[in-house]
């Protein structure tokens, strides 16, 4: 008899855990997905053209809130937990709902999930989302590419449309963002690679995409999601902790696993967290992980024209999932508007609309800045209402994308930037160091 399986999930794990371990396993039947922390996910299908010989129908994704209904319904056996960025107590609260409703609760580790690739990975991953991650991405592109290696980029996957068209997705225009209808959010992972060369992967089926980029590159960097762990296994496993969330290395999952299999640890911000912080995330680290070496960095700010900020009325866009799930009140914006002067930040929540005035109920952390939320076209425009209808002279974007070109705005737009500056030891050392353990042979 086959065990009964329903799998947890936000659109991303859930999907590769299914691929990877369920999909041609006769001895299991998944029933179900549920869906979470992603508005508008649910409600959707897995298609049977992606879920292989052994599923004639499509598997049905659920809303999280009818999971207890779906396990005794369709007398469910296992519940697999396959999302990220959730705290150890509130995996347990979930363990509590799956064990009272009497079904087994499990977690997934690497060696039934993760890919082995043929070239190289090097995989950044965090703590928590918002850490650092994909600046830190970023640089180490720009290390690679400067050394004449030849790089591409697989991101965590963020599959909220149309799955079928998500299988295997390459990006290497501003054009491929388009044609695929990609989200706010996907856009703030894909077009800083875009805009300086780099092709970026991501999608559904991971198999594919690993194929692909493969035949690609010479190095895969594996730029993380949320706090999740690699779908490849890496060579090289550089995490990010953040001293604005001291504690968090120890208290989230699977944040905590990333520490524990960390080569490098970039304590990240340290020049906006206190010092007692950053010693604090130090200590945490060593008491799991004695071996990785542990780097302190720096989350630097630029901005266009940072004379329209001095003495200005601000309203102020921060990254979406960073103020959500991962639980920050501001972001680099927020950091912008006072180190540059801004006369005020004007509160965006007297002015929400729809779905964004919804965020701040579900998330009463979050205080006078705007989420750049945008999962929908729908969504995008109640964003872009929002901010018209806003009460200010500037809009401070603290996002990896140019808002002003993805939405009419009737204000002026100043983008933020952050890299990433190390202040002992540097990447490039580092990359030197791995080189030297895992020669790579140079495309000409």
């Known amino acids: 008899m086959k065990t009964k399986v329903i799998i947890m999930g936000a ?3 859930d999907f590769h855990n299914f691929n990877v371990f369920f999909r041609n396993n006769a001895d299991y039947e998944v029933v179900g997905f549920t869906a979470a922390q992603i508005p508008g996910i649910s409600g959707r299908v897995y298609p049977k053209q992606l879920a292989g010989r ?3 129908r499509d598997i049905p994704i659920y809303p999280e809130e009818k999971l207890t209904q779906i396990i005794k319904e369709n007398n469910v ?3 697999i937990l396959a999302y990220s960025d959730l705290s150890h107590a509130n995996v347990m609260q979930k363990a509590s709902i799956v064990l009272a409703a009497g079904a087994d609760f ?6 039934s999930t993760m890919l082995r690739s043929k070239k190289p990975v090097i995989s950044v991953c965090a703590v928590r989302t918002g850490s650092g991650k994909s600046p830190t991405s970023q640089k180490i592109v720009g290390i690679l590419k400067a050394k004449g290696i030849s790089v591409v980029v697989v991101r965590h996957p ?3 449309g149309d799955l ?4 295997c997705q390459r990006f290497a225009l501003m054009e491929d963002c388009s044609s695929n209808a990609c989200t706010i959010e996907e856009r703030e992972e894909y077009e800083p690679y875009i805009c300086c060369g780099t092709v970026v992967y991501s999608g559904v089926d991971f198999s594919k995409i690993l ?3 493969q035949d690609e590159a010479d190095i895969i960097i594996w730029d993380g999601g949320n706090n999740d762990i690699p779908f490849f296994k890496p060579d090289l496993h550089i995490v990010i902790a953040d001293p604005l969330r001291p504690g968090h290395e120890l208290t989230y999952y699977p944040g905590e696993v990333n520490i524990r299999l960390a080569d490098i640890v970039i304590v990240n911000k340290v020049d906006s967290a206190r010092k007692e912080d950053v010693e604090t995330v130090i200590r945490n680290v060593r ?3 004695d071996h990785a070496r542990i780097i302190k960095a720096n989350s630097a700010i630029t901005v266009e024209d940072q004379e329209l900020i001095k003495g200005k009325r601000v309203l102020v866009v921060e990254d979406g999932p960073t103020l959500t799930h991962g639980g920050m009140a501001f972001g680099a914006g927020t950091i912008a508007a006072r180190k540059f002067e801004a006369s005020q930040i004007i509160d965006p929540r007297p002015t929400t609309l729809g779905s964004i005035h919804t965020v701040y109920q579900d998330f009463p952390h979050i205080g006078a800045v705007l989420p750049a939320m945008g999962y929908s076209k729908d969504q995008m425009k109640e964003l872009e209402d929002t901010i018209n209808a806003s009460d200010c002279d500037v809009v401070i974007a603290g996002t990896p994308i140019d808002l002003g070109r993805l939405l009419k705005l009737n204000k002026p737009v100043i983008r933020v930037r952050y890299t990433i500056e190390e202040v002992d030891e540097t990447l490039d050392e580092i990359i030197e160091d791995f080189l030297r353990v895992r020669p790579v042979f140079q495309n000409q």
């Not at 499990?106 to 060696?111: A, E, H, S, V």
């Not at 079928?164 to 299988?167: D, P």
Request: proline residues 4%.
């Open 11 to 13: 659109a991303g794990r």
């Open 54 to 56: 052994l599923y004639s």
């Open 77 to 79: 056996d296992q519940v």
């Open 106 to 111: 499990r977690l997934m580790g690497t060696k």
């Open 158 to 160: 963020m599959p909220y």
């Open 164 to 167: 079928l068209k998500q299988e």
């Open 211 to 213: 194929k692909a980029a």
């Open 287 to 289: 008491s799991i992980n």
